[in-house]
């Protein structure tokens, strides 16, 4: 089985080719892309390639625009961070749609399902244009609140009122805009940048998940790293980890 897959997120891809190798010991990856024009330029090739496995959202923009630039029969697994809602309404266009941050089961049936079908998919183009459709909507399932325990009370925290999100160690902590204070809460960042607002959270790093709203400046760093200067006090020095910074920037030009 050769694989193709598309992600612009170093640790996504590595997550994908682990679980190849559990669910798929067959499986070789005969390259691995992080763009849409990058993808297309190999699939014009004419190598053989059995399976697609693309994230939706790639460096230079979503991955449907393939299918819009080029004809392909290979059957496709698309993997993407946005809600559970809209997984269940894509995967009447495709093998199917994991959720990030993808787990072994969830892999494990999507190639059950690909084996299944020797004959292939075929993306047709009203199936492109629902998938455009769907990709546009907003969501109106965004947390909106986080419930905070201060001593032998409890209190919530507005989703808008926070100006970013940290781990350390196995906690996660919340910390507020102006008198950036932090709290503890349940959530992993993980779990976190499945239920915010892609539109105003944003994950530069495995550590942070920052608020548009709060930074004041990005600077370059050596090796195409980005800082991020918040406008109100922070005691950590946030900065944009590599794989991540040109969809940084395109989520800031937006």
Known sequence: MNVLIAEDEQLAAERIQELLNICAPEAAVV???????????????????DLL????????????EIFEKISTDV???????YD???????????IDYLLKPIQQ????????????RTSGTTLEPIEIT?????????SRN???RF????????????????????AEGKEAYLVTKKESRKYLIDQTLEELERVLDPAVFFRISRKFIVNIDCIAEVRGLISTRLEVKMNQTCEHELSVSRDRAQVFKNWLDR
């Open 31 to 49: 390259e691995q892309v992080d763009s849409v024009e990058d993808a297309i330029a190999y699939l014009r090739l004419g190598k053989r390639i």
């Open 130 to 138: 629902a998938l455009r459709d769907l990709l546009s909507r907003p």
């Open 75 to 81: 059957p496709v697994i698309f993997t993407t961070a």
């Open 53 to 64: 496995l693309l994230d939706i959202q790639l460096a230079d923009g979503k991955s449907f």
């Open 147 to 166: 419930l905070i325990k201060s001593g032998n009370k409890l209190q919530y925290k507005l989703s808008a009122d926070v100006a970013y999100f940290f």
């Open 105 to 116: 089961d969830d892999f494990q049936r999507a190639i059950d399902k690909f084996r299944r």
């Open 84 to 94: 559970q809602y809209a997984i269940q309404a894509f995967r009447f266009y495709s």
């Open 142 to 144: 965004f947390k909106e």
